[in-house]
C-alpha cells in the first residue's frame, strides 16, 4: 500500500465529528433528562474536536485548511447550540436539538471536503514523496 | 471528482451490503464519502427514506429532499427537460422517475459519460451517495460484484440546479448520513407516497 494512504489527524478528525452526529442523532430519539446529558457531551465534544482541528491546521495544505475551518465554525455552533439546549426545554430544546444536529452535519461535510481534498492532494504526487 | 452517485439493486439486504461497501472503500481510502442513504420504492410504487429520525415533520423533508434529489439524478440538465425540472418531478412525483427518463434520455447523450439517466423500479432499493473519487473504478467494481447497477452525476451539476445549492429549496444534504450505519428497532421509516403518486 502506497504511504499516502495513512491515516492522519485529519481522518482522525472527521472520525470524531462522525460520532458527534452520530450522538446527536441517537440523541433526538430519546426525552427529557436523557437528551440534556447528551447535549451537555455533545457540547464538549464540540469543543474538543475544534480544537484538535484547530492544532493540525498549520500543517495542512490550503484547501484543506479552508475546509477544515469552517468546519471550525460549525463545531463551534454545534457546542453553543447544544449548550442552549441543555438550559432550554420543550419546544426551545426541539429546536436547539435540530439545530445542533444540522450544525454537527454541517461539520461533518466540510471535514470529510477536507479529507477528500487531503486525499486527492496526496495521490498527485509523484511516488516517492 | 465529485459525484452523486445511485446504486440500484433488486432488494433491500444488497442495498445494504453496498452501503456497508461503500464506506469500507472509503475505509481503503480509495473515496471519500460525503454522505449515505438507502431508498426502497415498494410494490405500490411509494418511496421510502431510512432514516433514524423520530420526528414526523422531518420525515416529510426527509421524503421531499430526497425526492428532488432522485429526480435530479433523474433528469439531468439539457435542453429539452432541465435539471431543475427534474428536480421539481422527482419532489413533485417521485414514483414519476420512469417519466423523467424518458423525457431526460434525448440530452443525456449530451452530458458527461458519468452522467445516467436511471429508474428505481417497484421492490427495488437504492444506496445514494455523496462521493469523492479519483476514478470510477473502485466503486464500480465492487458494485458489480454485488449485483448492482450504478449511475452517476456530477455534484456540480446537481448543485447548480437552482433548486439546491446554498440556499436550496429542497435541502438533501442532511439527510445523507456522513457514516456507515445500520438501522435499528426503534427507528422511523418514512414512507413518501405524496397523494398523486
Known sequence: MPDTKVKDAVDKARAAVQELHRTITDAAAKRGGAVKADLEAVSQKAKAVSESIKGSLAVQNGTTKKHLAEAMTYLEATGKHAADGVKSSGKELQTAVRQTIADARAAAQKVSEAVAAKRTSASAQPAGR | ?197
Not at chain 2, 439524478?73 to 427537460?81: M, V
Not at chain 2, 418531478?89 to 423523467?100: M, T, W
Open chain 2, 1 to 197: 471528482m465529485r459525484n452523486y452517485v445511485a446504486i440500484v439493486f433488486d432488494n433491500t439486504t444488497k442495498a445494504y451490503e453496498a452501503l456497508h461497501a461503500i464506506w469500507q472503500l472509503d475505509d481503503e481510502m480509495q473515496i471519500t464519502v460525503h454522505g449515505t442513504t438507502v431508498v426502497h420504492r415498494n410494490d405500490w410504487g411509494s418511496f421510502q427514506v431510512d432514516s433514524k429520525d423520530t420526528h414526523p415533520g422531518l420525515a416529510t423533508a426527509v421524503g421531499v429532499g430526497i425526492g428532488a434529489l432522485l429526480g435530479a439524478l433523474a433528469g439531468p440538465a439539457g435542453a429539452a427537460i432541465g435539471a431543475a425540472r427534474g428536480a421539481a418531478i422527482g419532489a413533485a412525483s417521485g414514483g414519476a422517475l420512469g417519466a423523467v427518463t424518458d423525457l431526460g434520455r434525448a440530452d443525456t447523450r449530451d452530458q458527461s459519460r458519468f452522467e445516467t439517466a436511471w429508474v428505481l423500479g417497484r421492490g427495488q432499493s437504492a444506496v445514494i451517495a455523496d462521493v469523492s473519487e479519483d476514478s470510477v473504478g473502485p466503486i464500480d467494481e465492487r458494485m458489480r460484484r454485488l449485483g448492482g447497477t450504478v449511475h452517476r452525476r456530477a455534484w456540480s451539476a446537481v448543485r447548480d440546479d437552482k433548486w439546491f445549492g446554498d440556499r436550496a429549496i429542497y435541502p438533501y444534504d442532511g439527510y445523507l448520513y456522513p457514516y456507515d450505519y445500520d438501522l435499528y428497532p426503534y427507528e422511523y421509516v418514512p414512507a413518501y407516497s405524496p397523494w398523486w403518486a
